[in-house]
């Protein structure tokens, strides 16, 4: 049988090695999974999972789809994938601390997230391994309408068509 | 028909200029990102790949500018609209000098300010849009957001 699918994201500008290590370790101990993670350029040495540097849209597409969570930062392409795909999301915040953004804006992410359906955030490392065990328990995000959306579109079609 | 010139940089900002794609579906658009066979993925036709940049990468900033001088002439849009980031803030200066209508939509992302390119955007921009009701003041404005 195939083993599910975990796929992890730090999107496409800066590697973030803190997530990437805390899955690695986490794989080394559970095989029942695959991981494929996109570490951005990352200089990380990891021996229980899949890392790619970039995937190709059509790649990232494809694992999405197939993924039973999507792990990542707390980037909003990560975030609005799993919401397009309807996966869980279990999202760790970039820290400024750290050097691993140009700012602490992915913090302020997951605390408007937090609470959300279908997305997890993990606060610590510790926080990260537990999600992680039960990652087959939790629960999908939804892309249902948005109200707030469509009164977007409407302002902004106004304006370009007023112009 | 309006001709927009719709920016965002490959990843979130770009899935965000997607979610919003009803705005100016209707026109006659051209689409700039920076990552290759991202507007495939949307099934989009009218496209542009420039070189990415930030504020530490000076050089590639000033190569994408070029870039987006020559797809901004051959096109000549009628509105500029980008959900970010750099590139997307290049071409609303470009539209700006050319009394173009110019539309910044700053990321979900900036909920507790509003990001620095959306900053800078504000001298550029006719009009500037917070997703957050919270970060509205007198030159930013909130109508909606795309969650």
């Given at each position: 049988m195939k083993k599910p699918l975990i796929f992890v994201t730090t999107g496409?500008?800066?590697?973030f090695d803190r997530l990437i290590t805390q899955i690695n370790n986490w794989a080394s101990k559970d095989k029942q999974v695959n991981v494929i993670a996109q570490?951005?350029?990352?200089n990380g040495d990891y021996h229980s999972i899949k890392t790619v540097d970039f995937l190709t849209p059509s790649e990232y597409d494809e694992y999405t789809s197939e993924a039973t969570v999507i792990v990542g930062h707390a980037g909003m392409g990560t975030i609005i994938t799993g919401f397009e795909k309807n996966k869980p999301l279990i999202l760790m915040a970039r820290k400024f601390q750290f050097g691993?953004?140009?700012?602490?804006?992915q913090q302020s992410t997951t605390s408007k997230f937090?609470?959300?359906?279908?997305v997890y955030i993990a606060n610590d490392e510790q926080e990260l391994q537990a999600l992680l065990s039960r990652y087959d328990q939790l629960e999908p995000a939804s892309d249902e309408s948005s109200p707030n959306r469509n009164k977007l579109i409407d302002y902004l079609s106004t304006v370009i068509e007023n112009c | 028909m309006k001709k927009v010139l719709a920016i965002a940089s490959g990843g979130g900002h770009w899935k965000q200029l997607m979610l919003l794609k009803p705005a100016y579906d209707s026109q006659t658009v051209k689409y700039v990102t920076t990552i290759k066979g991202l507007p495939e993925q949307n099934n989009i036709n009218n496209f542009a790949i420039v070189c990415d940049s930030n504020k530490n990468e000076k050089l590639r900033a000033i190569y994408s500018f070029i870039q987006m001088i020559v797809i901004f002439i051959r096109f000549w849009p009628d509105v500029v609209i980008t959900t970010g980031a750099a590139p997307g803030l290049l071409g609303l200066i470009l539209g700006k000098l050319c009394f173009k209508k110019t539309i910044w939509v700053d990321s979900v992302a900036n909920a507790e300010q509003l990001s620095l390119c959306g900053k800078i955007s504000k001298k550029f921009a006719d009009v500037v849009l917070t997703?957050?009701?919270?970060?509205?003041?007198d030159s930013t404005q909130y109508k909606g957001s795309v969650f």
């Open positions: 496409t500008q800066l590697p570490t951005a350029n990352s691993e953004h140009r700012n602490d804006h937090d609470g959300v359906k279908g | 997703q957050w009701e919270q970060l509205a003041d």
